[in-house]
Nanobody, 115 residues
């Protein structure tokens, strides 16, 4: 079973930036459509960005123009660059496949946007 480990979260002021990383334990990663999900308090987990094996990206309207997803297949790692952060971006962020059967979910990384 593939494992993923998210990192890079923290406390940031509105308008600030963070870069999240997610490392997968298997090279099957490089063939997978990967996604970043967020789970805000009291809400369901939802997909906010995805990237195909070839690098085609897609974003939820709420983050379009502010977040950038990228991947390094040699490192089995996917990133999420988060700019112009807003308080409503506060959530636990997870990575996983964006299509097909999901791998086991990691612990996620907490992002808190607050002044």
């Amino acid at each position: 079973q593939v494992q993923v480990v998210e990192s890079g979260g923290g406390l940031v002021q509105p308008g600030g930036s963070l870069r999240l990383s997610c490392a997968a334990s298997s090279s099957i990663f490089r063939f997978s459509v990967m996604g970043w999900y967020y789970e805000a308090p009291g809400k369901q987990r939802e997909l906010v960005a995805s990237i195909t094996a070839g690098g085609t990206t897609n974003y939820a309207d709420s983050v379009k123009g502010r977040f950038t997803i990228s991947r390094d297949n040699a490192k089995n790692t996917v990133y999420l660059q988060m700019n112009s952060l807003k308080p409503e971006d506060t959530a636990v962020y997870y990575c996983n496949k964006a299509s097909g059967s999901r791998w086991t979910w990691g612990q996620g990384t907490q992002v808190t946007v607050s002044s």
